[in-house]
């Protein structure tokens, strides 16, 4: 079965800081992952994805997360946050022999002004 | 791409009665999942569809539960004689195939009293 670790619950950070929300995934087989942003009385929005080829993946507003296949992680980072950065942050995985995405607890990003 | 719509977005409800919600996926895509997403927690599997079979249930959907897709295009989901346990946010989320992200809608939150 497959399982996704975001050890951090709450991360507080200064405007214009950088962040690292960390994502640790098990599995026995070939996984593909994800990070989603949900902001307050929203749904689950996709930020980036690591399908297959490059292991540093990136989004539009800034964001980017790296593959690690040999520390099964996929942390995400981003250089500078903005106030508007402020929202709840998964991880899921999924593979390519299930149907499921198992999604980790979240964490909570809070930017202080 | 009018995204995914659920209905309605809040549900009150008094212990024992039955509701029903429903979720109209992204129009081109055969995938349809539901999610279940308590307070501080990241979303739980509850079902899968590819076009109107059912091809996945968690073991959290008791046999209060059940979900329906009757011609492959909108879903229900019913419980039953609910339960206070039942109060959470439930997702819908559909895709175009294996390993593609999902898209989510807004939630349905339940408040069983």
């Known amino acids: ?113 | 791409d009018t995204g995914v719509s659920q209905d309605p977005r809040h549900k009150i409800t008094k212990r024992g009665q039955n509701v029903t919600f429903r979720c109209d996926p992204i129009s081109e895509h055969n995938r349809l999942y539901w999610y279940r997403q308590t307070l501080g927690q990241g979303p739980e599997f509850l079902t899968y569809f590819q076009n109107e079979a059912q091809l996945e249930k968690s073991r959290l959907l008791s046999d209060r539960f059940s979900a329906e897709r009757p011609k492959g295009s909108f879903s229900t989901l019913e419980i039953q004689r609910t339960e206070q346990g039942d109060s959470a946010m439930y997702l819908c989320a559909s895709s175009h195939g294996q390993n593609s992200p999902l898209h989510f809608g807004n939630g349905t939150r339940l408040t069983v009293t």
């Open chain 1, 1 to 113: 079965a497959q399982s996704v670790t975001q050890l951090d619950s709450q991360v507080p950070v200064f405007e214009e800081a950088p962040v690292e929300l960390r994502c640790n995934y098990s599995s026995s087989v070939s996984v593909y992952l994800f990070w989603y942003v949900q902001y307050p009385n929203q749904g689950l929005q996709l930020l980036l994805k690591y399908l297959s080829g490059s292991t540093l993946v990136e989004s539009i507003n800034g964001f980017e997360a790296e593959f690690n296949k040999s520390q099964t992680s996929f942390h995400l980072r981003k250089p500078s946050v903005h106030i508007s950065d402020t929202a709840e942050y998964f991880c899921a995985v999924n593979t390519n022999t299930g149907n499921q995405f198992y999604f980790g607890t979240g964490t909570s990003l809070t930017v202080i002004p």
